[in-house]
Nanobody, 115 residues
């Protein structure tokens, strides 16, 4: 059973920064494509950033240039570095691990951007 545990969320002022972490256990982490998604109140869950096993990245247009996804296979951890945060980035952020046969989600971590 794969477990994903997110951390690093919190309250930050507009223009501030946060780094989210997602620690994986119970699997060979390097076999999984990793992603960060978010869901704001009343909205559908959306892809924020994606990182393949080969290191290719994809970002939502709304976060390009501000967010960076990275992984440390030795630590079984994926990160989302967020800078220049905006109120519209407020959401619950979820970690996702995926192969062609499997799909796992973390429990989510709240990010609130407010003055």
């Amino acid at each position: 059973q794969v477990q994903l545990v997110e951390s690093g969320g919190g309250l930050v002022q507009p223009g501030g920064s946060l780094r989210l972490s997602c620690a994986a256990s119970g699997t060979i982490f390097s076999n999984y494509a990793m992603g960060w998604y978010r869901q704001a109140p009343g909205k559908q869950r959306e892809l924020v950033a994606h990182l393949t096993t080969y290191g290719s990245t994809t970002y939502a247009n709304s976060v390009k240039g501000r967010f960076t996804i990275s992984r440390d296979n030795a630590k079984n951890t994926v990160y989302l570095q967020m800078v220049s945060l905006k109120p519209e980035d407020t959401a619950v952020y979820y970690c996702n691990a995926k192969t062609t046969m499997t799909n796992y989600w973390g429990q989510g971590t709240q990010v609130t951007v407010s003055s």
